[in-house]
Structures are given as structure tokens and as C-alpha cells.
């Protein structure tokens, strides 16, 4: 326990830990920090980012050598980046970016706005013509404003489609289950779900199979291991997988290096593109992770 | 003598009628509410006044409803249960865990079929209900506080079970698990049959059972009840038991429709389950309300929010609209009940016990 | 200035149920003391809420030494300079009795509580009430007696013209009853105009300068000391209960039913009610015997009834039934053993308002898992038939019904369990003359049919007329033990207070 | 007559010394449990117990003990207040919205400065709470039904005023708001000195007004409290009013802060307070409670999540272990009291009254 306490601490904050893209965002973080000799911790803000704002401190407090982050909000975030910066701990950002440059180390960002762009051209293209509904996640969160405005970029394109119906459903699969029904109440003719996450993209599925309704084009977003099942029985189309497990690596590499040299030898701004999954190449990914 | 029983006489008749009238305009209200709703979605949603909607419309009821009618007794016996949500939670988790990881006892595994995972979830969710019983019964901690504790307990303990993660497609593991919450009887869902089953022995039990009025007049005066020799603990314990056979219940239902089972699902149905009961006409003091108007009071719950959905209403103006009604709705429901306070004793203006 | 300083003209109030003032004309005579007399129930509270602002009259005009005016709230009475004691204890068991005295006319300075003044102030109003109690102490540990003096000091510290005591000496001892009359002396020597309501007759022949006598709302007689006498009151009440038919005698079997033994039971000073200490406490009930407990309140009558009821446990001593020796840990052991107790507070420990006639009265009482309402109403209305409950739907709400009924719906739920000892705690506290009559008998009659009945009363009447064999309670130790035909005021008083000033008693 | 007043005397000797001990216990729990985690932290985290530390960690208790003040008066007078969390969203919305967007009055948009900000936000939230003053003390809703109306709509309001985005850097369109969350003063953080202020504000008006005192005689008999002239619905009002305030503030604080307002700001921050209150030995039957105690009750709480996140104790133990210690502490403070009930009488059976 001792030897453990001396470790320098790198702390590492994802939005949840009930999620299984952040969950795995968050322990491939801690298994890289580990092996490379650091003390890990996580913690998670729930999008609160007022609680994300106490947490900093607490790893402030605790002397956490660096911080690995993936915020509560592109605007909300940056004052608590800024008091840890000025703490001359070393902050870097996964995932989500923030909306100033020159706070954070890095910012290695998971591009939700090309995934969205992608895995709505593959919706679109799936789904050809007709109705479609969109299941937002928490309209309050960054990301489900950037990945709707992605959506729409494309969709709103494409004259054959006609969105009927769009509503949040909150992340939540089980909301997305009842709100998915309801809409298929009101629209029979309707031929697709664009759906902000892979939770709600499966509570979506499990509405349609349970409505008996074939033929309607589900597709989510992130990459999880359950919808990457989804994908390969057809129940989803596709996905967009954010290399989280990549992305936390280099994270922590990146931190190491500084923590090591004083500096990252990277540009702040690291843009990871999205990839798109479909049964095509579902099997090429596991974990948030390309392994072939 | 003669006078007193004229007196009664005569205001006992227009008591009793004004009783009824009460209990009735009670009733209708949360009818009244409903019927509204339901015209206005007819009307503006055409498609909502459908068999097929209505038939999911009231699946989702379900849900609200059963933990709503769980909640009843809670109420009526002067009580509050804020922890049912967690506990539905834990339930969905506990089925998910048998029905995927199996019981490992000692050192060997063992995977039971879906009537035991429904048992053990069941059971386990009773026991936060005794917990619950007992801190308020036993320990003497205000309902609030306790089941307040509890809900953070049982939300703990669902996140642990899996570290978080979901449980993923249980129907791959157990088929059959999908009958609860996915199949149906005579083209109706299983858990409607849940709720109108629920509903009916809850219904008997309130109106048709010693129990049921022991739950009553602890509610209305836990003193005389205590004194005419009702042995308040025991009912109050058996209270937190059946909201939380509901919650399991809840629990289960979700687990089953998704397939899948979430450590977070649940968070927030107790404040949808308490406004339904309260919408139902039950008095959060106590005593005064019917399962029955916690069932209709689910129904306006369940039929406004998918209404809302149907009309497209942002989330926003959903949550906005969702206060509104609960306010308006119990605050309509406070200016009646003083309307017939003033206005019971004009009638009685003219009896004859006044005056002999 | 007239002789009238505060005049109420055609009073008339209604309640669900009943008129509890019908037109009522009311007037009180400057600096005397106008005593207000009825039976309970004839609206005496009901007026004087109404002339102290907690109510307002459906009809009438209140003048103030001739001027109308208006009494929307306590406050606006409080302005005029009148204030009130009012029957049922309003204290606030949280606060203490300084802060109970000036709760909601709290001395100021500088907008802070004056604490120093206020509790210099309240210690001299109990001073004047002969009562000297630490002012920081929390009312929640008083004695009921207590209470009442804390409610009293109040209305003095105020300073008022007008001051209303309702029933100020119901939970007195005779000892705080006298300096409580030399109090209303001095208030009446410097200026005070005092409503005074009671029952016990000679405290009001004692104090009186004008009385006026109530009856089922409506002022039956008015008159001045000079032309009063208890002749003159008791015709003009007709209160008096006709009791000619009831032959009380002397236990019929000495079989012993109850037999209680040394029973002690602590007093605590926890909880919201403080309660008083029993000691010694060795009674025999016999079967179809009825035993009266007579004492003043706080003699512990209450305590020693719910205590034989399982309610309270005692510390020691030991209670048998027909022989068994029985635990008495729960309410629940008592009523199997067949001692069920008829509460002393019908709101506070009786009714289910909620619950309808018939509800209360098989409240308890279950016949095997299912509740057959057929079945139960046939038992209800036999049982409302025989006790001569005055209800001609079983389904009313129970609050619907007058007070001298509430009770013997009270009675059936206990007769509903067939019980071998019933105990009542003041059965007729708060019932009308009529239905006290029929109570009486209907006592008697279960007395005739072998039930053994234990009963307390504040009232001598009472216990002459109903007790067969009578025990004197007093400071939770019992004083004394009459037989029927020894029952006498001097004999009860004595017995019953600590210490006899009989010199009072005109 | 001299033996009931020796019994009296001696008995109220006794009572009221008891009842001293009673508090001084009473406090003596919540600050014992504070002792104990403060030791426990400090020992197993040694960079708890350091200046810096210490001062983050009291101003993390400052949001949920401003709330706790200001909810102790709503509870002490017998309600509850669950709209605090909501209330505080909008506040910072609102203040958001008026320094990004500025205000539009016919058709011109005027930017105002810092101040009229914050007075524009308390005062907009004084208007939901003089919503729930009213559905309580003149409506008759019960107020958990009230605020949780209230809790929805307000959350909805602030939802819709942004359309659900947040107001960005309010640094850069007013550097001097920062002053509110982020300056200090003697080295303390203003949020502290905010909380400290309110407390000693509170307290006073707790143990030192006649507002205060006619809050606790509402809690301990409302009946009696109206019999003895005091206003009771205004009463009610202010608690109600003044709860909000403290809302305003915290969502004011926060926005600060963060320099950016998000509308999901205060979720579930109601139960943090209500615990805190509930902690610090307040009754939530009301008549029952001190200022000083929720300041207790809100230390605990902030400690135990502060502690806890530097243990590196896992989110899920988070809650678990904060369920686990509110009911206990609750359910230890009903022991107590028991004990108390039974020890008393013993004290006093050899009083000389009763010998008399
Ligand atoms: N709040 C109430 N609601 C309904 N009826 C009431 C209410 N208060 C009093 N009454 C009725 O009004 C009548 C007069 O009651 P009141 O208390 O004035 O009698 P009283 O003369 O004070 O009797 P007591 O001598 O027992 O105090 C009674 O019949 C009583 O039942
Ligand atoms: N209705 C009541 N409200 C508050 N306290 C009460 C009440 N009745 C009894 N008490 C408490 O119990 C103590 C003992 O009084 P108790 O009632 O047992 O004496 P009692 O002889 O039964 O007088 P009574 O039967 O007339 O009340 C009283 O001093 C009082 O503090
Ligand atoms: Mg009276
Ligand atoms: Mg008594």
C-alpha cells in the first residue's frame, strides 16, 4: 500500500460508469496509466458539471499529476480546466473537446460530428426513401447537440427522407423502448430511427421487434460490444464507433510523455475519426477497438 | 332525545348524500382530468385513439400503475416510499445476473431457469422492503428519510452487481424470460394483465380485508388505532413490503421488454408513482384515497406523457406541462373539498334539530 | 359609560351536522364576572370563539361598547382587548413557557426578542397565579394542570379588558382553583371584564356576578347573582340526567374478575404528553360490578386505565383475570384477555374520522380473514339497536354524528370483541344531558348482564349515580375506597385533593 | 399545593435539564459523525487534512449548506421543499440569459450590468417561491406535491429558456461575475463567507425574532399557533420565499463557477439538503431543529462525498455509503431519544411529589 501511495496519481474523470463506451473510455485510461507506473482513479460527473467542477478539485486537492477528462460540456468544462492548468496540473481531454484552445495539453477529440455524418449517410442510404424518427440523447449535453446537428447536415439533404418525429429520449434505453412505441403508434408508414446512442438505438430495436414491425433501419452511435450483437442479427444497421480505447491510450501516452519531457510532442487538437459499422465489418472491431 | 335523533336524522340524510356527491366528484376528477386528455389527444393526434395504440398505451400505464398501487397502502397508512425506483432497478438486476452469470455457490456455478431468477429477484427485493419496514417501524425514522436511504442503497447495490454494465440480450440466455413483460393474453400485454391483476387484489384487499382497513385507520388515527388494539407496526411493515413486490415486479417487466437489464433504470418513478396516487385522489396524510384512483391516476400520468410524444412536444414543455397538471389537478382537488365545506351546512340550514 | 361593554347580538353558527348557536343575544357587564352556563354541547366554546376572533358567526353583530365590530382573527381581538383561555389545551409542546406566553405577541427590541423582559414578565404572571415554575422550562414535560396555568399566565401578561376562561379550572386542582379565583379578583378590582364558564356549580355561585345560562344554542336565562341559585341554575340547564330508573346495588357476585396488585408505573417527562405516576395501585373488580375511579385531572385515572389496557407498561406489579395472571406488554394481550378500554379523548384516541359508522364500530374486530359486510352490518345495526345509537345510516362518516353517539359508537366497537372488563376513561366527557341518561343505563344493563365495568369521572353526579363501589385516586396513589351508599361531595373532595380548602365550597 | 409545585419544580429541574442534555447529545451526533470522518479521511488520505484542501472542500459544502439554511425553515414550520435543486437551475439560466443575451424590451436589447443580473435571478426565483407560499398556505396542497410540481416546472422553464444549450463563458461578456464563485476574501472563498453569512443571518432570525420563533410554534402545533394569533400562511410564505433565495443564490454561485450556465445545473440537489436538515437533528415533522445543526449536516455530507473521491472509493460505494450513514445517523438519533424516554422516569420516580 505504501509503495502504491508514492505512484504519482493520474486522474481520470468520465461522464459515467453505467455506459459501457465511457466505462471502457475510463478503465482503458486506468490499464494504460497502470502499466506505465502511475496511481489511477476514476470518477464520474454525470454530465453535472458542476459535480465534474468538484471533482477537479478533489484531484487538485490530492495531487494528482495529471488529469484525463472526458467533460461535462464544451463551455461548462473550461473553468474548471483552467483552475487545474493554473494548479500546474496537466489536463487532457478525451472524447469531447472544449471550446477554447491553450487550457488543456491535449484534446484528443472522438469527431462526433463526422461519425454522425457517416453513420447518417449509411442511414440514409439503408433507408432510401420515407418517414423516420430521431431519438435524441439529453438535449442539455454537447454531444447530443453535435451529433443531431450532424445528422440533420446530411439528412435534411435528402429529399426522400421525411423526419416525423423527433424526441429525446434521454440516453436511456428503457425510455427510448416506450417513447420508440409510441411513435410507431403514429406513424406506420415509418422506415427509420436515427438514434443518438447505441442504448437508445437498442431500446429502439427492442420496441420494433416487439411491435412485429419488419424492415425499419435502426442505427446507433459509439460502437458498443451490444450493439456490434445487434448489428450482426440485423436488429441494427450500423453504428458509429468512437475509438475510445485508442483515443484513452493515447491519452495517457501522451500525459506520460509530459509528465516525462514537459511536453507532448503532439499539436493540442487530435481529431479521431469515427468508423462505421456495419455487419461488413462488424467483426473487425471488439471493445471500442479496431483489431483487424 | 326526540330533537337529537330529528337532528340526526335530517343531517344524516344530507350528509350521507353529501358524502357521496363528494366521493364521486372525488372520484370524477381524476376521471374528469383523464377523459380530457384523452379527447384532446384523439382529437389533435389521429392515430392515437387506436386499439393498437391504446394497447401499448396502457403497457406503459402498467409500469407507473403497478408501482402506483403498490405505493397506495404506503400512503393510506400515512407513509411514503421513495426508494421503489431503486428497487426496481436492483430487481431488473438481480434476474439479469442469475439469468446470465448463474448462482455460484461454493466454487461451483449454477445456471437455474427463470422462475427461480424471478423468485430470488422477488425475494431480495423484498428484503429492502423489510428494511424499509423496519426502519420506520421498528427504528422509528420518518418514512422519508428511510426509504430516502434505501433508494441510495439499492441504487448502490444495482451499479455493484454489475460494476455498472449492463446485463446484455437475456432472451439469448433464457427465452422464455421474455413472457413477462413481452407476450400477451388474448392480444393483451402480460403486464397489463399484471396491473389489472395487481389492481384487483389490491382493490379487495383495501376494501374487502381486515388489512386493508387497518391500513386506513392507522392512516386516519394511528393513536386509536394503536389503542383499539390494531398492531400498527405489523401493517405498516407489510405496507413496505407490497410496494416493494411491486417494484420487483417493475423491475422485472422492464428487464424482460428490453431484454436486457440496466443498473440505472428506475431512477425517478417513485415521483411518478407518488403523483399518480396523489392525482388518484389520496391524501399524502393519509387515511382518505382508493387503489382505484391511484389506477386512474396512472393512466393520466401514462396517457399525457405519450400524448406529448404523440404531439411531437419537446421534452422541455413535456416536464413543464407534467407540473402544471399534478399542481392544478391537487390544487382543484384542496378548492372542491373547501367548496363543500361551506356549502354542506347551507343545506343543513333548515333542519328541524336547530330548532326544536 | 354603559354598564355593557361588550354586546352580541343574534349569534347564529352553524356546523356541518348541527346549529351550534341559534341567535344567541350575549351581553357582559364591565368589570364583573359573567358566568356562562350549559350543558355540554349547548355552544358555549362555540360563542366565545366567536367573540375571541377564532371564528367567525354566520349572522349576527358584535358591539363594543356600542360600536360594531368586526373579528376576523385572534389578532384583531387581541386589539380590542380581549383574550381567552380556551377549553382544549393550545400549547406548543416545543416552546417553553416563556415563549409560549408571548407566541405571536412577542416583545421587541431593536425587531429581536426582548427574551430578559419576556421572561421577567412571565415569571410575575405566574407569580400572580400563585404558580412559580421556571419560565425556560419546555411545556412538552408539564402537567396538563400545568398547561392550563401556562395558558392562563398568557391572557394576564397580555394585560386585557375582556378575558374569557372556558373551563380554566377543568384540569386544576382545587389548590391552583383558589389562587386562580383570587386572581380573577384582583383582575376584576382593577378593571377587567371576565366571561367565566364552568361546570362546577359552586365555583360559579362562589365567583359570579351575572349568569347566563345556555341550552342546545340558545340563551335560556339571564340574571344577576342576587336572583341566582343552584335551584335556579339546574332548572334552567335541565342538564340534570333523568336517573330515577337506574338501582344501582351493590355487587351482585363477588367473584373477582380484575384483580390488580401493587401496580407502578413511572412517570416520564418524555414525548409530548408528560404522565402521571401510579403507585401502590391494588384494586378487585367484580364480575357485573361497576367500580367508579373518581379524582381530579392528573390524578393519574387516565394513566391507570390505559395501563390495564396495555398501553402503558408498568413497572411492577402483577394484574389477573378470572385467576390467570397476564402479561401486559400490548394492547393486543389485553383485548385477547378480554380488557378493552373506551379512551378518555374520542378525537385524539377513538374515532377514525375517516372511517364510516359502521367501520369504527368493527374496526378491530375480525371475523376470520375476509370482512363480510353483510354480515357485519347485521352485527353493527343489533348492536347500534341496543346502545340506541341515533344514526339511521351505518354508512355515515362517524364524524357526522353528536358526541354522546361518537361515544357509544365507541362503546359497540368494544362490545364487538364480547369483553369481560370493559373500561371507560370519562364516558361522558363532552355528551349532552339526554344521551349521558342513556349511557347510565346502558351501563347498568351491562353491568346486569355480567360485565364488569371500570369507569373514571371528573364528575361527583356521575359517580354517585353510576358507581356501585367507588375508589378515590389521587397523585396516582388510591386515597380512598367508597361504597355506594357512602358516596358524598365533602367525602369525594376531601378524598380526591391533596389538600382540602373546604371553606370554598358555598 | 406545596407538594404538586415540588413535584412540579423538581420534575421540571429535571425535564429541562434533560432537555438540555437531549440537545447538547443531539448536536453532539451529527458533530460526532463529522469527527469521525474528518479523522478517518485524514488518516487514510494524507493530503485531506491540508489547508488548501480544506478550503476547496468548505466550499463544496457551501452550495448544499445554503440550500440546507435555507430549507431548515421550511422544515422546522412542518413542509418540505423539493424544487430547491430545480430552482437553482434556473437561477443560473437566468443570469445566464440576461448576460449573454442581454434584455429585449421593445424590440431594443439593453446589456445590464452584473447587478441587475442578479437581481433580476433572485427575483425571478422569489416568484417560484412565492408559488409554493401559496399552493401551500392558501392552495392547501400539501407541500411535497407543491415543490414537486414546482420542481418540474422550474426545471422545464430553465430547459426552455436556452432551448436546453448553455450559456457560454460568462466570463467574457462579464468579467466582474466571477466575484460571486471564484474570488476570495482574507483568503476564503466567497461562497464561504456567503454560506457563513447566511448561516449567522438564519440562526439569528431562528433563535433571536419573533419570525422564528412563530416558525417553530407552527411546527410544533399549527392549531395552537393560529389560536395564539400568528399569521400562519404568511409565515409559511416567507419560509417558503426564503428557501427559494437560498436557491437563487446557489444557482448564482454555481454559474459563476463554471462561467457557464447549463440548465440540468441543481438536479437532485434537493436531497442533499433535505438530508443535511435531517442530519443535523431537525424533525421533518417540524418544531424540531436548528440552523446550526443542517450547517452540521451539510458539512457531513460534503465531507463524506469529498472524502470518499480522494479514498478513490468507487461512485457505486459512493452511494451506497451515503444511503447507509443518512439512515443511520437518523435512526441513531431515534434510539437516543428512546433511551431517553426510558431513563427520564426513572429520574423522576423518586421525586418528593410523587411521595407526597
Ligand atoms: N368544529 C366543529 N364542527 C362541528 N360541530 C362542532 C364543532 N365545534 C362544536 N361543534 C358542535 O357545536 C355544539 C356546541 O359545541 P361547544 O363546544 O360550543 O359546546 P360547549 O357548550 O362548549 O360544550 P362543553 O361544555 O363540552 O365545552 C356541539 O353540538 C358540538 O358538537
Ligand atoms: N387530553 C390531554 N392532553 C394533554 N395532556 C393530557 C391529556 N390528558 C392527560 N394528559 C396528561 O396526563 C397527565 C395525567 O393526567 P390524566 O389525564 O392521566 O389524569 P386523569 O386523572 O386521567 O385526569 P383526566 O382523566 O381528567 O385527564 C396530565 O397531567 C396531563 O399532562
Ligand atoms: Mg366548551
Ligand atoms: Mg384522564
Redesign the pocket.
Known amino acids: 500500500h505504501r509503495e502504491e501511495l508514492s505512484k504519482p496519481l493520474i486522474a481520470i474523470i468520465v461522464p459515467s460508469q453505467d455506459n459501457p463506451y465511457f466505462k471502457a473510455e475510463g478503465d482503458a485510461a486506468a490499464a494504460r496509466a497502470q502499466q506505465l507506473g502511475y496511481r489511477t482513479r476514476i470518477d464520474a460527473h454525470n454530465d453535472d458539471a458542476y459535480r465534474q467542477d468538484n471533482l477537479i478539485d478533489a484531484a487538485i486537492a490530492s495531487g494528482a499529476e495529471a488529469i484525463v477528462l472526458d467533460n461535462a460540456g464544451s463551455e461548462s468544462s473550461i473553468s474548471a480546466v483552467r483552475r487545474a492548468k493554473a494548479e500546474g496540473i496537466a489536463v487532457f481531454l478525451i472524447d469531447r473537446e472544449i471550446q477554447v484552445t491553450g487550457v488543456a495539453n491535449a484534446q484528443i477529440i472522438a469527431d462526433n460530428h463526422q461519425g454522425a455524418r457517416i453513420v447518417a449517410e449509411e442511414f440514409a442510404r439503408a433507408t432510401k426513401e420515407g418517414e423516420y424518427a430521431e431519438l435524441l440523447g439529453r438535449e442539455s449535453d454537447t454531444n447530443a447537440q453535435i451529433r443531431t446537428k450532424g445528422f440533420h447536415e446530411i439528412l435534411d439533404t435528402a429529399p426522400q427522407l421525411k423526419l416525423v418525429a423527433a424526441q429525446s429520449a434521454n440516453w436511456s434505453q428503457a425510455e427510448a423502448f416506450q417513447k420508440t412505441e409510441t411513435i410507431l403508434q403514429g406513424h406506420a408508414k415509418l422506415a427509420g430511427i436515427i438514434a443518438g446512442n447505441d442504448t437508445m438505438a437498442l431500446g429502439a430495436a427492442a420496441a420494433i421487434k416487439s411491435s412485429g414491425r419488419k424492415g425499419i433501419v435502426v442505427t446507433g452511435f459509439d460502437g458498443s460490444p451490444d450493439a456490434a450483437t445487434a448489428i450482426r442479427s440485423g436488429e441494427l444497421r450500423a453504428t458509429s464507433l468512437q475509438p475510445a480505447v485508442v483515443i484513452s491510450r493515447l491519452a495517457v501516452d501522451e500525459a506520460d510523455h509530459f509528465l516525462k519531457t514537459g511536453s507532448t510532442g503532439k499539436p493540442e487538437k487530435q481529431i479521431i475519426p469515427c468508423d462505421l459499422v456495419t455487419r461488413a465489418n462488424v467483426d473487425n472491431y471488439r471493445d471500442f477497438e479496431k483489431i483487424r | 332525545m326526540t330533537s337529537i335523533s330529528a337532528t340526526l336524522s335530517s343531517s344524516d340524510r344530507l350528509a350521507s348524500s353529501g358524502a357521496r356527491i363528494a366521493l364521486i366528484l372525488l372520484r370524477a376528477r381524476a376521471v374528469l382530468v383523464l377523459v380530457l386528455l384523452l379527447i384532446l389527444f384523439s382529437a389533435l393526434a389521429p392515430s392515437f385513439l387506436t386499439a393498437a395504440n391504446l394497447s401499448i398505451l396502457t403497457k406503459h400505464v402498467a409500469i407507473s400503475a403497478i408501482l402506483a398501487i403498490g405505493m397506495t397502502f404506503v400512503i393510506l397508512s400515512g407513509g411514503i416510499d421513495l426508494s421503489v425506483g431503486s428497487v426496481a432497478g436492483l430487481g431488473g438486476m438481480v434476474a439479469g445476473y442469475i439469468l446470465t452469470q448463474g448462482l455460484t455457490l461454493g466454487g461451483t456455478t449454477y445456471h437455474p431457469g427463470v422462475f427461480v431468477a424471478i423468485f430470488a429477484t422477488i425475494a431480495l427485493c423484498l428484503v429492502v422492503g423489510a428494511l424499509n419496514g423496519w426502519l420506520v417501524s421498528r427504528a422509528g425514522v420518518a418514512p422519508f428519510i428511510a426509504t430516502l436511504g434505501t433508494l441510495y442503497i439499492a441504487r448502490g447495490a444495482a451499479l455493484l452487481m454489475s460494476n455498472g454494465k449492463t446485463f446484455p440480450n437475456l432472451a439469448a440466455h433464457a427465452p422464455s424470460f421474455a413472457f413477462i413483460g413481452q407476450s400477451f393474453l388474448l392480444r393483451v400485454p402480460i403486464p397489463v394483465w399484471l396491473m389489472f391483476a395487481l389492481f384487483a387484489v389490491a382493490a379487495f384487499i383495501a376494501a374487502k380485508t381486515p388489512f386493508g382497513r387497518h391500513v386506513y385507520a392507522i392512516g386516519g388515527n394511528e393513536r386509536a388505532a394503536r389503542l383499539a388494539g390494531i398492531v400498527v407496526p405489523r401493517v405498516k411493515m407489510y405496507t413496505f413490503l407490497f410496494s416493494a413486490f411491486c417494484a420487483g415486479l417493475v423491475g422485472l417487466i422492464i428487464a424482460s421488454q428490453l431484454e436486457a437489464a440496466h443498473p440505472a433504470t428506475g431512477e425517478s418513478f417513485e415521483l411518478n408513482a407518488i403523483a399518480a396516487v396523489v392525482l388518484g385522489g389520496t391524501s399524502l396524510m393519509g387515511g382518505r384515497g382508493s387503489v382505484t384512483g391511484s389506477l386512474i391516476g396512472a393512466f393520466v400520468i401514462g396517457v399525457l406523457a405519450d400524448g406529448l410524444v404523440m404531439l411531437g412536444v419537446s421534452e422541455f414543455w413535456q416536464i413543464v406541462i407534467k407540473g402544471v397538471v399534478i399542481v392544478l389537478a391537487v390544487a382543484i382537488d384542496q378548492l372542491q373539498s373547501r367548496l363543500q365545506a361551506k356549502f354542506l351546512p347551507l343545506l343543513l340550514r333548515s333542519t328541524p334539530g336547530a330548532g326544536a | 359609560m354603559s354598564d355593557v361593554i361588550l354586546q352580541a347580538n343574534g349569534i347564529l353558527k352553524r356546523y356541518p351536522g348541527n346549529i351550534a348557536l341559534d341567535h344567541v343575544d350575549f351581553k357582559l357587564h364591565r368589570n364583573a364576572v359573567n358566568v356562562l352556563i350549559g350543558e355540554n354541547g349547548a355552544g358555549k366554546s362555540t360563542l366565545m370563539r366567536i367573540l375571541s376572533g377564532v371564528e367567525s358567526c354566520d349572522e349576527g353583530a358584535i358591539l363594543l361598547d356600542g360600536k360594531p365590530i368586526t373579528l376576523r382573527s385572534p389578532r384583531d381581538a387581541a386589539a380590542h382587548g380581549i383574550s381567552i383561555v380556551h377549553q382544549e389545551?393550545s400549547v406548543m409542546p416545543n416552546l417553553d413557557i416563556s415563549e409560549n406566553i408571548f407566541a405571536g405577541r412577542e416583545l421587541t427590541r431593536a425587531a429581536m426578542v426582548d427574551r430578559k423582559t419576556e421572561d421577567t414578565q412571565s415569571a410575575d404572571a405566574l407569580h400572580r397565579l400563585h404558580k412559580p415554575m421556571p419560565v425556560n422550562a419546555q411545556t412538552a414535560h408539564?402537567?396538563?394542570?400545568?398547561?392550563q396555568i401556562v395558558e392562563l399566565a398568557r391572557t394576564i401578561a397580555h394585560g386585557s379588558k375582556i378575558l374569557i376562561l372556558d373551563e380554566p379550572t377543568?384540569?386544576l386542582s382545587m389548590a391552583e382553583a383558589e389562587s386562580l379565583f383570587e386572581v380573577i379578583g384582583d383582575l376584576k378590582r382593577s378593571g377587567v371584564t371576565i366571561v367565566y364558564i364552568s361546570h362546577r356549580l359552586h365555583e360559579l355561585l362562589h365567583l359570579g356576578d351575572y349568569f347566563t345560562v345556555l341550552r342546545s344554542g340558545r340563551v335560556v336565562g339571564e340574571a344577576a347573582r342576587s336572583e341566582v341559585t343552584r335551584q335556579w341554575i339546574v332548572e334552567r340547564m335541565s342538564g340534570r340526567a333523568d336517573t330515577t330508573d337506574l338501582q344501582v346495588r351493590p355487587a351482585a357476585s363477588t367473584q373477582a374478575v380484575l384483580s390488580v396488585h401493587h401496580l407502578e408505573l413511572g412517570s416520564s417527562a418524555a414525548g409530548?404528553?408528560?404522565?402521571?405516576a401510579l403507585h401502590e395501585i391494588s384494586l378487585t373488580l367484580h364480575k357485573g360490578e361497576v367500580l367508579g375511579i373518581y379524582?381530579?385531572?392528573?390524578?393519574?385515572?387516565?394513566?391507570?386505565?390505559e395501563t390495564l389496557a396495555g398501553n402503558r407498561t408498568p413497572l411492577d406489579g402483577s394484574v389477573q383475570i378470572e385467576g390467570r395472571t397476564l402479561e401486559l406488554n400490548s394492547v393486543g394481550s389485553a383485548v385477547k384477555a378480554g380488557i378493552i378500554l373506551v379512551p378518555?379523548?374520542r378525537q385524539?384516541d377513538g374515532l377514525i374520522p375517516e372511517l364510516s359508522i359502521r367501520e369504527n364500530v368493527a374496526l378491530a374486530a375480525s371475523h376470520g380473514p375476509l370482512l363480510s359486510r353483510a354480515h357485519e352490518t347485521e352485527l353493527v345495526r343489533k348492536l347500534a339497536k341496543d346502545l340506541n345509537i341515533a344514526a339511521n345510516d351505518l354508512e355515515l362518516p362517524v364524524t357526522s354524528l353528536s358526541g354522546g353517539n361518537q361515544q357509544k359508537v365507541l362503546i359497540a366497537r368494544c362490545l364487538m370483541r364480547n369483553p369481560r372488563v370493559l373500561l371507560l376513561?370519562?364516558p361522558t366527557r363532552g355528551v349532552d344531558a339526554g344521551a349521558k341518561a342513556e349511557i347510565y343505563r346502558i351501563l347498568r344493563k351491562l353491568a346486569a348482564d355480567g360485565l364488569s365495568i371500570l369507569f373514571?369521572s371528573?364528575e361527583i353526579e356521575e359517580t354517585r349515580t353510576l358507581a356501585d363501589r367507588a375508589l378515590v385516586?389521587c397523585q396516582g396513589r388510591i386515597a380512598a375506597q367508597f361504597q355506594h351508599h357512602q358516596l358524598t361531595d365533602e367525602a369525594l373532595f376531601a378524598a380526591a385533593s391533596p389538600n382540602v380548602t373546604t371553606g370554598s365550597l358555598a
Do not use: M, V, W
Not at chain 3, 142 to 147: A, E, H, N, P, V
Not at chain 3, 295 to 305: P, Q
Open positions: 389545551l408539564l402537567s396538563l394542570g400545568c398547561r377543568s384540569a409530548e404528553e408528560s404522565q402521571a379524582g381530579l385531572l392528573g390524578a393519574g385515572r387516565t394513566e391507570l386505565l378518555e379523548d385524539r376513561d370519562e373514571t371528573s385516586l
